[in-house]
Nanobody, 123 residues
Framework: QVQLVESGGELVQTGGSLRLSCVAS????????MGWFRQAPGKEREFVAT???????DYTDSVKGRFTISRDNAKNTVYLQMNSLKAEDTAVYYC?????????????????WGQGTQVTVSS
């Protein structure tokens, strides 16, 4: 088992920035993939970004150029730096883990999930 603890979500104005953090603990696997997903009210869960153990990153088109995923393997932590926030970024953001080093955008293939952190972008 792994516990994912997210932090950083809050109310922010349009154009502002936030950094989300997700700390993984309790895992037994030596390599893993961490990703960020989000779900807005009335919408399906959406892939945001993924950072594999080997350093491969991927982003959904709507956040490219604005969001940056980073990872500190020593701290078992993944970050999502969100800049130029828009109202459409408002969602509950979840971090997730796969116990391997392979990339995927499919939320169904992530084993562990955080509790979610609310990001609200206001006008």
């Amino acid at each position: 088992q792994v516990q994912l603890v997210e932090s950083g979500g809050e109310l922010v104005q349009t154009g502002g920035s936030l950094r989300l953090s997700c700390v993984a603990s309790g895992r037994t696997f030596s390599t893993y993939t961490m990703g960020w997903f989000r779900q807005a009210p009335g919408k399906e869960r959406e892939f945001v970004a993924t950072y594999t153990w080997s350093g491969v990153t991927d982003y959904t088109d709507s956040v490219k150029g604005r969001f940056t995923i980073s990872r500190d393997n020593a701290k078992n932590t993944v970050y999502l730096q969100m800049n130029s926030l828009k109202a459409e970024d408002t969602a509950v953001y979840y971090c997730a883990v796969r116990p391997d080093a392979y990339y995927t955008r499919r939320y169904q293939e992530y084993t562990y999930w955080g509790q979610g952190t609310q990001v609200t972008v206001s006008s």
